[in-house]
């Protein structure tokens, strides 16, 4: 193929135990807003805007085993974001009791789990 027929990535979706408790971790702790456009579909859950994308909570029974997953979100899946200030997001995360591991790239980096185990990364944008 000679023409990229993939531009972006639309949205990425988490299945979480509880919407309100998720929407704690990602518009109380890390500031995304919710985009309150989200059909009435036959299951509880959330949109979230991440720049031109979204996250979708998803409040369904959570298929994926949180224990035993590795303890640095790098050597598993995982939502990578870029954010403008990560001291900043570290200090918020400390505060809130949230464990994360450094980026063993190099990068400005960290990774975290929400409160349901899944794996996001925080990446400092470069200007």
Known sequence: MSENLI???HH???IVK???RALTFYCGLLGLEQDHNRPDLDYLGAWLQV???QIHLLELPNP???DNRPAHGGRDRHLAMT???LAQIQSLLEQAGIDFTLSK???RALFCRDY???GIELIESVA
């Open 105 to 107: 790239s190099g990068r």
């Open 83 to 85: 954010v403008t200030n």
């Open 7 to 9: 531009t972006a990535i």
């Open 51 to 53: 720049g031109d994308g």
């Open 116 to 118: 349901d185990g899944n």
């Open 18 to 20: 509880n919407t309100e």
């Open 64 to 66: 994926d085993p949180v």
């Open 12 to 14: 990425a979706s988490f």
